[in-house]
């Protein structure tokens, strides 16, 4: 197989990357505190020297008390945090290697009483029953947290920011007319429930310059309704991700749970595709790279412990068609950080499946 579309360099502004193979964003609560240490600077140090492109942290959240529901999961707003986080990047650029943070709030996902602060009640676009429906107050803080921290991101030598507006969390919950249901500018029509995101990259952008890559995560689907869509068309589409774009979005990253299915009836094109098509801003694409046996949600929550590996050909007849620009990686790299310098060399018989038991390893 002629792999060589998964291996040209990739340039916009700044950041230059030596390959189109993305380390995708996965959560591995290995942070005491909420603080990197050695171990999780090694762990990215080894995927870099396994031949990633660009490496996009786990879920890292803002400085919201309501933003996290574990004590283990990496914040970046403290300063034994990102004191952790810059060895991280000095581990990553050692190795030859670009990084970038994932900012994240869980919103109404977060159960209240968990996370570094327990006694903090959940926020979310709406009231839940659960969780606090967001004062202009609050929504203004939390703007202001995804700025600051994306401004440290640039400050301790990141490659890029990513924002998690993706599977349900915050900045997805304004977005999902099934979490947003206010009555004021940021609730009801599409374009209103897209303004608190575009106002989130807007005041990231001017934070970290023009120059700065920002990349927005975001999806269809969500944790709690694998059917949910935002966009039923092309056209609901664009009304989402043109203001995103317009505000400062560098480059979008389309999460799907298979990258071969299409997103719309009438077209083969995935949501990285039609995103690239309607806004001219480079996308990546990802969902179940380079394994079989179904996605990953699938195997955490079912009793198959094994992910086989999978053929490569689809992908690479996409990226050959410049389909999308980027392609995200996820389980094939937790079990073998080598996965790209097999692919590149053509040393299939190397390649090994993922199993779920590699989840409970930081490796």
Request: proline residues 6%.
């Amino acid at each position: 197989m002629d792999t060589g579309p998964l291996f040209s360099n990739f340039k916009l502004g700044r950041l230059e990357l030596s390959n189109r193979i993305v380390m995708a964003p996965m959560t591995r609560r290995f942070s005491s505190g909420g603080v990197p240490d050695e171990a999780v600077a090694r762990y990215y140090r080894r995927r870099a020297e396994g031949g990633v492109g660009l490496i996009i942290t786990e879920g890292t959240t803002v400085h919201r008390d309501a933003a996290s529901n574990d004590t283990s999961i990496p914040n970046f707003h403290d300063p034994h945090s990102l004191r952790g986080w810059s060895h991280v990047v000095e581990e990553v650029h050692a190795a030859g290697g670009r990084i970038a943070p994932q900012l994240w709030h869980q919103g109404i996902l977060r159960a209240n009483g968990t996370g570094p602060k327990p006694g903090a009640p959940s926020e979310g676009p709406s009231s839940n029953g659960k969780a606090l429906a967001m004062t202009d107050s609050d929504i203004a803080d939390t703007i202001s947290a995804f700025a600051s921290a994306a401004t440290a991101a640039r400050s301790i030598g990141f490659d890029a920011v990513e924002l998690h507006g993706a599977h349900g969390y915050l900045l997805d919950q304004f977005l999902w007319a099934g979490a947003n249901s206010r009555a004021d500018r940021y609730g009801g029509n599409v374009p209103a429930r897209t303004l608190f995101a575009a106002e989130v990259v807007r005041a990231v952008r001017e934070a970290v310059g023009e120059d700065f890559p920002l990349i927005f995560r975001f999806s269809q689907w969500k944790l709690q309704d694998y059917g949910a869509r935002l966009a039923s068309s092309p056209f609901e589409l664009e009304e989402i991700v043109g203001p995103l774009a317009d505000a400062g979005v560098s480059i979008f990253h389309a999460s799907t749970r298979r990258f071969w299915e299409p997103e719309f009836e009438g077209a083969s094109l995935n949501l990285a595709g039609w995103t690239r098509k309607l806004t001219g801003r480079p996308t990546i694409s990802v969902g179940s790279v380079g394994l079989g046996g179904g996605d990953f949600l699938e195997q955490l929550r079912g009793s198959s412990t094994e992910a086989p590996i999978g053929t490569l050909d689809e992908l690479v007849a996409r990226m050959r068609s410049e389909e999308f620009d980027l392609i995200a990686v996820g389980r094939a790299l937790i079990g073998d950080p080598d996965w790209p310098a097999k692919i590149r060399d053509g040393r299939w018989s190397e390649l090994h499946p993922f199993y779920k038991e590699e989840l409970q390893r930081l490796e």
